[in-house]
């Protein structure tokens, strides 16, 4: 993978990441995660897995930064 393939995938998990957290809240606000567990629990698995290859793919990101210093002026840190 590209640097700039890192940079998508990263960007993409973290909105799968934001919208699960703010699905789990509305969830929570209006009681779902108890009238609704078991949709609540996948909801919160699909977000556990999304953090796990966020970090995954961070280090994996990281370590083709250090393997190839020219990659790092291409990277976006944001």
Do not use: C, W
């Given at each position: ?30 009681e779902?995660?108890?009238?609704l ?10 977000y556990t ?12 990101a990281l ?16």
């Open positions: 993978m590209t640097v700039e393939d890192y940079e998508f995938v990263l960007a993409e998990l973290q909105r799968l990441i934001d919208d699960a957290k703010s699905l789990m809240t509305k969830f929570e606000t209006v779902f995660d108890q009238q567990p078991g949709e609540y629990h996948a909801l919160h698995e699909l897995r999304a953090v796990k290859a966020q970090k995954r793919y961070t280090y994996e370590d083709l930064i250090e393997s190839d210093t020219s990659a790092l002026e291409n990277f976006n840190f944001n």
